[in-house]
């Protein structure tokens, strides 16, 4: 029988291989939630550098009062990856849920960028 943790990297992992064969070279909009916080980078593949990123745990999101357990937060974190996205020169990406289901919190965040300005 197989570990919840070995089953999600097989997620993750089949999640990944399916993206690289869709994404014709575009940047990967990655999503990782934990407990307490909830965490979004833009990633280059082929340069293999992150290009803009945002957090909960970030001091100017912190001092307004929002914890990244809420979908408000996640909200706040999508428009606010949108925005970097856009000064980093990026308007098309590719979704990376990893191991998560697309409910809550991670839907949250994905329609915020997509409010904000990115396209996936």
Do not use: C, W
């Given at each position: ?21 869709k994404s ?17 980078q833009i ?78």
């Open positions: 029988m197989a570990s919840q943790q070995g089953m999600q990297e097989r997620r993750r992992q089949r999640l990944r291989f399916q993206l690289r064969r014709g070279g575009r940047p990967r909009l990655s999503v990782f939630r934990s407990s307490k916080h909830i965490h979004a990633i280059d593949d082929a340069q293999g550098r992150t290009l803009a990123s945002a957090s909960t745990l970030e001091k100017d999101i912190r001092s307004n009062g929002k914890t990244g357990a809420n979908v408000d937060a996640a909200s706040v974190i999508g428009k606010l990856i949108a925005e970097r996205a856009l000064e980093a020169g990026v308007k098309t990406v590719v979704f990376d849920r990893g191991a998560y289901v697309y409910h809550g919190r991670v839907k949250a965040l994905a329609e915020a960028a997509r409010e904000g300005g990115l396209s996936f």
